[in-house]
């Protein structure tokens, strides 16, 4: 009798042991052979335009003579194909925008300040303007996140995404994701390339995936850790079943031995 209590007991104990999960969380520890005396940066690395990217351009005036740059900042009027709601440049499929007075442009492959410097040297050159001040900025940078659980579009509103800026922004990496290895899809010369890179070391600083691109694709694999909890909780649903079932029964015995034995 006392054998079939504590054989009941002990089962009842497994049964909530077995309820609750075995895995833990654990914290990612970002750069963690970095120095106390700081990594030198490699800021050679900066977006570049490509097609299907929308571009913000403004001519500037020194103030001189504000009537001088109006014909450079037509969008939105009509009959000007270019101009859309947000009032930018769609770049063609070519690499190429149409700019007013000037025709057009081959922008692909430049960066920010490499356009500005090429559409202010045209309006110098060609003699519309002595001394153009022009601005370029993106419209559409946007870095996609997907991880194990969810994914998400981050919208990017400075001119400069670093790799780690974007996981902050998705909220950080999956409870389950691989910690060592973030992989960075990229499209290069008409290709999709993949890149993989580990937050956990400073090397991610002289990486040319560090800084992102616009339209940038960061995903994350699924570590052992997943793994191991989806087994664990189709096991668990298996033991659970099982010392259920064996409960039952010695709860079943225990109670015809009591009946049958009324005066133990």
């Not at 750069?31 to 001519?59: C, H, Q, S």
């Not at 003579?65 to 063609?92: H, Q, S």
């Not at 989806?230 to 029964?249: K, M």
Request: with cysteine.
């Amino acid at each position: 009798m006392k054998k079939s209590r504590l054989l009941l007991l002990f089962s009842i104990a497994l049964l909530g042991l077995m309820s609750t999960s075995c895995v833990t969380s654990k914290k990612v520890r970002y750069l963690r052979d970095m120095p106390t005396y700081g990594v030198p940066l490699n800021d050679k690395f900066e977006a570049t335009i490509a097609p299907y990217d929308e571009l913000r351009i403004y001519v500037l005036s020194d103030g001189k003579n504000e009537e001088l740059v109006k014909p450079f900042n037509v969008l939105g009027t009509a009959g000007n194909n270019n101009a859309n709601n947000r009032m930018g440049y769609l770049v063609d499929v070519n690499g190429n925008i149409e700019f007013p007075v000037l025709g057009e442009l081959h922008v692909a492959g430049l960066t920010r300040l490499q356009l500005q410097d090429l559409i202010a040297e045209q309006l110098k050159s060609n003699g519309y303007l002595s001394n153009p001040n022009v601005m370029v900025r993106f419209l559409n940078f946007k870095v996609f996140y997907l991880g194990t659980e969810s994914g998400k579009v981050l919208n990017i509103t400075e001119e400069r995404c670093t790799f780690l800026e974007a996981l902050a922004l998705a909220g950080g990496l999956d409870l389950y994701a691989r910690r060592d290895r973030i992989g960075v899809m990229r499209e290069v010369n008409g290709k999709m390339v993949i890149h993989y890179m580990d937050p956990r070391s400073v090397e991610i600083f002289n990486d040319e995936f560090f800084l992102l691109q616009q339209n940038d694709i960061i995903f994350t694999e699924a570590g052992s850790r997943r793994f191991l909890k989806e087994s664990y909780s189709n096991w668990q649903w298996i033991v659970s079943g099982i010392t259920s079932v064996v409960s039952l029964y010695l709860l079943y015995k225990s109670i015809e031995k009591d009946i049958q034995n009324p005066t133990r």
